[in-house]
């Protein structure tokens, strides 16, 4: 059986290379199922030391292997270029850049038989299933989603992508100790899907790989092998 393609999608302030490195355990718990395709983000982001010291501790910083620069998939702060998920906003920067750059990856490098994000590129995941779903992008044929510590968007002007349940079969993955994205944002997002499989684990800010996830993992998958 050919793996399922899976495109990946990272954090605020990660990059391809850096989510590769950080979901190394993720690729050897799934080697056998699934064959996982990074994407940086378009949107460089500058660093702020205190932000950085909470993102060592948390664990969702660029990592070894991080040699590009920090990316974001759009800000919440247009004037500052930076974002949080927790900041209220009417209008976002660089969401529109973000999603030519998906675009493009499915055109050169897919097809693709489903999409995992992490944190913002989790809630970035429901909302290219939203436009997958209004047929806004034709390129677009995901028929799965992982969203691993994933949020409904804050921004007034993402409203529209929580507008109706989404049909894509979807993991929502999130930990109960997360202090970036506490548990409670993440089960805020699970109404905006039709019907919603959730994997809680103990730990933190990071996408869980122990054998004890095996199972629920791989069993969301063997649906679309």
Request: proline fraction near 6%; hydrophobic fraction near 40%; include cysteine.
């Amino acid at each position: 059986m050919a793996p399922l393609r899976v495109l990946c999608i990272h954090g605020y302030r990660q990059n391809g290379n850096s989510f590769r490195d950080k979901t190394g355990a993720l690729r050897k718990l799934l080697k056998k199922q699934v064959e996982l395709v990074y994407l940086s983000a378009p949107l460089s982001v500058q660093q702020a030391s205190s932000e950085e010291a909470l993102e060592k501790e948390n664990g969702s910083g660029p990592g070894p292997g991080g040699d590009e620069e920090p990316k974001g998939w759009w800000f919440s702060d247009v004037q500052a270029r930076s974002f949080s998920a927790h900041q209220q906003c009417e209008e976002s920067l660089g969401l529109s850049e973000s999603v030519t750059v998906v675009r493009e990856a499915v055109k050169v490098q897919g097809p693709f038989d489903g999409i995992l994000g992490f944190s913002q590129g989790a809630a970035f995941v429901a909302m290219l299933c939203w436009l997958q779903e209004q047929k806004l992008e034709p390129e677009f044929s995901f028929r799965f989603a992982i969203l691993v510590a994933g949020f409904r968007s804050a921004c007034k002007e993402h409203e529209k992508f929580y507008s109706a349940p989404l049909q894509i079969p979807s993991l929502h993955v999130f930990g109960l100790e997360d202090r970036v994205i506490p548990d409670n944002m993440s089960r805020e997002l699970l109404p905006s899907f039709q019907d919603p499989q959730v994997l809680m684990h103990p730990g933190g800010h990071f996408v869980p790989a122990a054998s004890a996830h095996r199972q629920t993992y791989q069993d969301f998958l063997k649906r679309f092998q």
